[in-house]
Structures are given as structure tokens and as C-alpha cells.
């Protein structure tokens, strides 16, 4: 592919920040959502079954069209192929309010997954690229500000339910103020095309082994995640017998921790790396898990949560990150990692319940611990390549060489994504 003749520092910092917007626009989608789910269920008149039948639909559609991002890409240019792809995420956050009914309700989520997915690995790979290009490393920040994002839109949400707002104009307006933030953002990113004689990728394909394995590093982060943000408030009630006040303080507590860790997340990994961050990260997310399940005390396992959200929170950004450099086809690798990482998202919640029913919330936990413990054992996944560049030898000339923690791409070269 080729890149912009123009890539001087000034160019750089623009495109980081404006990508920077374009997460905080896609994570506040989300959290408009979430908070008003409620309401979608008594419009659409589901009881918790069925409601539960129809949150399975966005990432259904999202593990089901993610691997055409790539050939989007490839047909319309890394910024226009985002430009279109996030207008259509920002635009479906009207869609689940207007459905009435069970069936419109999955369709309605089906597609605001769909749009989902497929912006999340057009927007990751335009992240990677920038990182490679800055040489340094700010694909953590990158997800930091999408975790801020999702709170100033749960926030704004929160408000409306409080207010009484109906969901349907709160929606409406939320998706309409999101898709022009979206679009402004986009105009400062980085503009990639394919080379007119390269060669179209297929509309579906399998992800590389490479993909495989960094997912299953982001499936153990995404589990812990979903986890932890879903029961955390129930094992402090339930377990701990705290009250609904502090119980309901956990998983804000746990959401801030994520946002900030992942802000900072970058100088950690400049300085120690992908590998050595990771492993770090899963020994202090698995001294947060034995915390919580061996000390029954309200305030050792609100610690607990915090050192688990701590630990794995910049996890999920280093698989993107070591995906997109794991071979030839990033996008490709790119939208397997996603496809992992939203399935682990959808079945943590219902497993830990599970769990919980057949034995106890602390073995659930025990879980989720053991989990924490794989990221010690499988960091060495995201070593980064070739390993010319981590010698000192001159990388071979190409998208995606990785030099040092974040990679480096000579800011001269046009090469960029090869979906």
C-alpha cells in the first residue's frame, strides 16, 4: 500500500490525536448504550431469557463480518474505508431503541455489532500504523481513550435515565453528535491506499496461527475483563455481604482503574516492552485474583479488583499491536484477534454464572485467576519481529517492521497496511 509523501512530526502527532478521537467516539457508543438497556427491555417487552437471547446478536454479527474489514480496506483506503465504517457504528446506536420486539430487537443488534466489529479493526489497524510510524508505543493510550470515551457516554446516559429522558431521542441525538465528532476525527488520520496492482484479499478468511495464539493472550485479559466488570458487585454482595452502595462502587472503581492504567500504559511498555509488561501485568492481576478469593474482607477485594484491572489492561492493545506485525495480511490478523477477544467478551459473563451455580462465586473467581496466571506463561506470544530490529541490524523494508518496543517504519516509507 502507499502512504502519505507528507509524514514530518507535526503530520505524526495530528494523526495520533485524531485517531485518539476516533476510539473515544466508538467507546462512547458503547457506553451509551449499556446504559440504557433497561429501557430497550421494558420497550421491547423481554424478560431476562430472551433479553439475554438477544445481547448475543452483536457479537454474532460482529465475529461474522469483522474479516471483511480488510477487504474494505483494500477497496476504498485505510481513512475512507474508517470515515464509512464508524459513520455506520455511530449511526446504529439508534437502531436497538426503536425495536419493538424480540425480532427486530436481535436484528437491530445484529447490526450494531456488525458495525461494530468492523470499525474496531479498521480503527486498530490505522492505530498500529500510526504507532509503527511514531516509534513508540501508543496503541494502550489509544484504548485508554476508549475506555474514556465509554464512561463520558455511560455518564451521559446516566443522566438521561435519571432525567427520564425517552431512549429513543436520547439515542438519536447521542448518534447524531457521535457521527460528526467521528467524521472530524477521521479527517487527521493517517491516509493509507492500496497499490492499484495489489492483489484483493479474500471476503472471508481464516486468521494466521500467529493470530490464534495472541488471541488466546487477549481472551485470558477479555475473560478477566467481563468478569470482573459483570460480577464483581455481586461476589461483594452475595460473598462479602456489603451493602448495594459499595457493592454497585467496585465496578466503577474497576472501570477507572482500566482507563487509567491503559493512558499510562504506553511509557510502561516503551520502557520494559510487550513481553515483560505482560507478564508483569498477569503476576499482579494474579495476586489481585488470590486476593480476592483467600481474604473474605470488602476492602482486600476491592483491591483485589483494582490490582486484576491493573494487571490486564493494557493486554488487549499489545495483541492488536503484536497481531497486526505477526505476518503479511495485519488487517487479517487484526480481525482474528477481535473475533477472540469479543467471544471471550460474550461468554465470561454467562461461564462465571455458570460457575457460580454449580459451585460457588469464589471458585468463579478462582477461575479468572487461573486465567491471570496464563498471561505469565504466554507473554513470550507477543515478542515482537524481526528479530533484526530487536539486534540493531537494518529491518528489512516492508509494513509493519517492528524496531524496539512500539516498531518502527522509517517515516520516509509509504509502505502501511496490506489487508
Given amino acids: 500500500m502507499t502512504g502519505e509523501p507528507d509524514l514530518c512530526p507535526a503530520r505524526l502527532r495530528r494523526a495520533r490525536f485524531a485517531i485518539a478521537g ?3 467516539a466508538h467507546g462512547a457508543v458503547t457506553g451509551s448504550f449499556a446504559t440504557r438497556i433497561p429501557w430497550i427491555q421494558d420497550h421491547a417487552q423481554l424478560s431476562a431469557g430472551t433479553l439475554g437471547l438477544a445481547l448475543a446478536f452483536p457479537a454474532l454479527g460482529a465475529a461474522l463480518t469483522m474479516p471483511l474489514a480488510g477487504r474494505i480496506n483494500h477497496r476504498l483506503g485505510a481513512r475512507t474505508a474508517l470515515r464509512l465504517l464508524l459513520a455506520l457504528w455511530t449511526l446504529s446506536l439508534a437502531l436497538p431503541s426503536l425495536a419493538p420486539n424480540l425480532v427486530t430487537l436481535c436484528f437491530a443488534l445484529f447490526v450494531y455489532g456488525a458495525t461494530a466489529g468492523m470499525s474496531d479493526v479498521a ?17 494502550s493510550s489509544l484504548h485508554g481513550m476508549w475506555s474514556v470515551g465509554a464512561l463520558i457516554g455511560s455518564a451521559a446516559g446516566t443522566v438521561a435515565a435519571h432525567t427520564g429522558a425517552d431512549t429513543r431521542l436520547h439515542h438519536l441525538i447521542a448518534a447524531l453528535a ?3 465528532a467521528g467524521l472530524v476525527a477521521v479527517r487527521g488520520v493517517l491516509d493509507l491506499r492500496t ?12 486468521p494466521p496461527k500467529s493470530a490464534l495464539f495472541i488471541g488466546a493472550i487477549g481472551f485470558c485479559a477479555v475473560f478477566a475483563e467481563g468478569a470482573s466488570m459483570d460480577w464483581s458487585a455481586v461476589y461483594l454482595r452475595d460473598v462479602l455481604h456489603t451493602d448495594a452502595g459499595l457493592a454497585a462502587a467496585s465496578t466503577t472503581a474497576f472501570a477507572l482503574t482500566m482507563a487509567l492504567a491503559r493512558l499510562v500504559g504506553d511509557r510502561v511498555v516503551d520502557r520494559f516492552g510487550p513481553v515483560r509488561t505482560v507478564r508483569a501485568g498477569g503476576v499482579l492481576a494474579t495476586a489481585g485474583g488470590l486476593l480476592v478469593v483467600t481474604v473474605r474482607h470488602p476492602g482486600a477485594a476491592l483491591a483485589g479488583f483494582g490490582m486484576i484491572g491493573l494487571g490486564i489492561a493494557v493486554v488487549v492493545p499489545l495483541a492488536f499491536a ?19 477477544t469479543y467471544t471471550s467478551g460474550l461468554i465470561a459473563p454467562s461461564a462465571i454464572g455458570a460457575v457460580a451455580d454449580a459451585t460457588s462465586l469464589v471458585v468463579s473467581f478462582g477461575l479468572v485467576t487461573l486465567l491471570a496466571f496464563a498471561l505469565i506463561a504466554g507473554a513470550a506470544v507477543l515478542r515482537q519481529r524481526p528479530a533484526a530490529a530487536r539486534t540493531g541490524a537494518e529491518p528489512p523494508a516492508g509494513p509493519g517492521t517492528a524496531s524496539g518496543s512500539a516498531g518502527a517504519v522509517n517515516q520516509d516509507e509509504r509502505a502501511a497496511i496490506q489487508p
Avoid at 480503527?123 to 496503541?139: H, I
Avoid at 497499490?195 to 481464516?206: M, Q, S
Avoid at 503484536?322 to 477472540?340: E, N
Fill in 195 to 206: 497499490d492499484a496492482d495489489g492483489e484483493a484479499p479474500p471476503h472471508f478468511a481464516l
Fill in 178 to 180: 457521535l457521527t460528526a
Fill in 22 to 24: 476516533v476510539f473515544c
Fill in 322 to 340: 503484536a497481531a497486526a506485525r505477526s505476518g503479511p495480511a495485519p488487517a487479517q490478523a487484526i480481525a482474528g484477534v477481535a473475533t477472540i
Fill in 123 to 139: 480503527m486498530n489497524a490505522l492505530g498500529v500504523e500510526t504507532e509503527n510510524r511514531l516509534k513508540r508505543s501508543v496503541m
